[in-house]
T-cell receptor, first 112, second 117 residues
């Protein structure tokens, strides 16, 4: 069964600290994995996209990793800011199919 | 990069009226668009898949006569909430599928907040 699981469900950190969010998937055949940031009351915005052959991709303070063998991805946020408070969603797409699988998201709260 | 525009961003209507939400892909053609609804503090829930030139595919439990979807062109899909009731109040989001370097990617609209009085 194709599934995407994210952990933790929620996370509270202090401003300036780093954190890592996890995404495990069983989707096959795999096409790509994308991390989105969703601010409250807004649509999700793409942070990174990774295909099968990519291990690491960075976007400013966001760094995503992908291990296609273990089917795990992580999103590392460096030097967190208050504006990082949001839900982070992992989405995995099937190869050659019009199908996307969503994780339930990690709610991050950055406190001053 | 791919941009999806969603309109209106918020709407308030009376119970019993119908509301139309538009989703446009601005700089790419999208044969497939998706509609979601999201309740406060909950995950996105896929409602239906909108295919250009054909009928939409609805997820289990979503009433197709209640949520009318039209995808008449490669850049526009519309969701009409018919005879809206207060329980239809929610955040509705669309996304469009595009292909970059051969990979399927999803781009989301900014969402539409519907409040039914």
């Amino acid at each position: 069964k194709n599934q995407v699981e994210q952990s933790p469900q929620s996370l509270i950190i202090l401003e300036g600290k780093n954190c890592t969010l996890q995404c495990n998937y069983t989707v096959s055949p795999f096409s790509n994995l994308r991390w989105y940031k969703q601010d409250t009351g807004r649509g999700p915005v793409s942070l990174t996209i990774m295909t099968f052959s990519e291990n690491t991709k960075s976007n400013g303070r966001y760094t995503a990793t992908l291990d296609a063998d273990t089917k795990q991805s992580s999103l590392h946020i460096t030097a967190s800011q208050l504006s990082d408070s949001a839900s982070y969603i992992c989405v995995v797409s099937l190869y050659n199919f019009n199908k996307f699988y969503f994780g339930s998201g990690t709610k991050l709260n950055v406190k001053p | 990069g791919a941009v999806v525009s969603q309109h209106p961003s918020w709407v308030i209507c009376k119970s019993g009226t119908s509301v139309k939400i538009e989703c446009r892909s601005l700089d790419f053609q999208a044969t497939t668009m998706f509609w979601y609804r999201q309740f406060p503090k909950q995950s996105l829930m896929l409602m239906a898949t909108s295919n250009e030139g054909s009928k939409a595919t609805y997820e289990q439990g979503v009433e197709k006569d209640k949520f009318l979807i039209n995808h008449a062109s490669l850049t526009l899909s519309t969701l009409t909430v018919t005879s809206a009731h207060p329980e239809d109040s929610s955040f509705y989001i669309c996304s469009a599928r595009s292909q970059g370097s051969g990979a399927n990617v999803l781009t989301f609209g900014a969402g539409s907040r519907l409040t039914v009085l």
